[in-house]
């Protein structure tokens, strides 16, 4: 099992910075990626940036140029980083940990864990 605990939501205006973390525990050994999602009401959750355990990077194309994902190893901590925030950033953001477990070079089992998602509100 992987818990996931999100922090750093809240109201910016347009134009305007925030900073969202997310702290893993239990096996987090098994995780082989870390992301950020979010989502609107009456829409499906989407992809905002991830990040793997070699430090590679993917971000929705709304988002580039404007977020930076990060990652602390030893925290066992993914960043958000959201600058030149847009109202249509508004959403809940959920942090997300993707666990692949291998034996030799099996993969036995995955599973993707979730924090309890935060609050970004982006006025205008």
């Known amino acids: 099992q992987v818990q996931l605990v999100e922090s750093g939501g809240g109201l910016a205006q347009a134009g305007g910075s925030l900073r969202l973390s997310c702290a893993a525990s239990?096996?987090?050994?098994?995780?082989?990626?870390m992301g950020w999602y979010r989502q609107v009401p009456g829409k499906q959750r989407e992809l905002v940036a991830s990040?793997?355990?070699?430090?590679?990077?993917n971000y929705a194309d709304s988002v580039k140029g404007r977020f930076t994902i990060s990652r602390d190893n030893e925290k066992n901590t993914v960043y958000l980083q959201m600058n030149s925030l847009q109202p249509e950033d508004t959403a809940v953001y959920y942090c997300?940990?993707?666990?692949?477990?291998?034996?030799?070079?099996?993969?036995?089992?995955?599973?993707?864990?979730w924090g309890q998602g935060t609050q970004v509100t982006v006025s205008s």
């Open positions: 990040i793997t355990n070699g430090g590679s990077t």
């Open positions: 239990g096996k987090v050994f098994s995780i082989n990626a």
């Open positions: 997300n940990a993707h666990q692949r477990i291998v034996v030799i070079t099996t993969i036995v089992d995955e599973n993707d864990y």
